[in-house]
Nanobody, 111 residues
């Protein structure tokens, strides 16, 4: 199962990004999906996760109220909408599903 993240980039503080997670050729409907991040010199942190039904979402305290995890109706993609970004959100963001990790996408928040 190949997991692919996209949507990272450079954004100014207060800006927004939307990350996408997909597994080409597979439906994500049957998987719980998690987003993690790792900043240089820091441990990997779970940012958010969504249940396979989409009915249960969880967020790290550091991102509550700013990030939103969701699924598309086609069952192909899980999104992480990130608003009001802060410099401390800078990290490589990883998607994981079925125990499979993507390669990560870099998010840099800087003026």
């Amino acid at each position: 199962l190949l997991v692919v993240e996209s949507g990272g980039g450079l954004v100014q503080p207060g800006g927004s990004l939307r990350l996408s997670c997909a597994a080409p050729g597979f439906s994500l409907d049957y998987y719980g999906v998690g987003w993690f991040r790792q900043a240089p010199g820091k441990e990997r942190e779970r940012v958010s996760c969504i249940s396979s039904s989409g009915g249960s979402n969880r967020y790290a305290d550091s991102v509550k109220g700013r990030f939103t995890i969701s699924r598309d109706s086609a069952g192909t993609t899980v999104y992480l909408q990130m608003n009001s970004l802060k410099p401390e959100d800078t990290a490589v963001y990883y998607c994981v599903l079925g125990g499979n990790w993507g390669q990560g996408t870099q998010v840099t928040v800087s003026s």
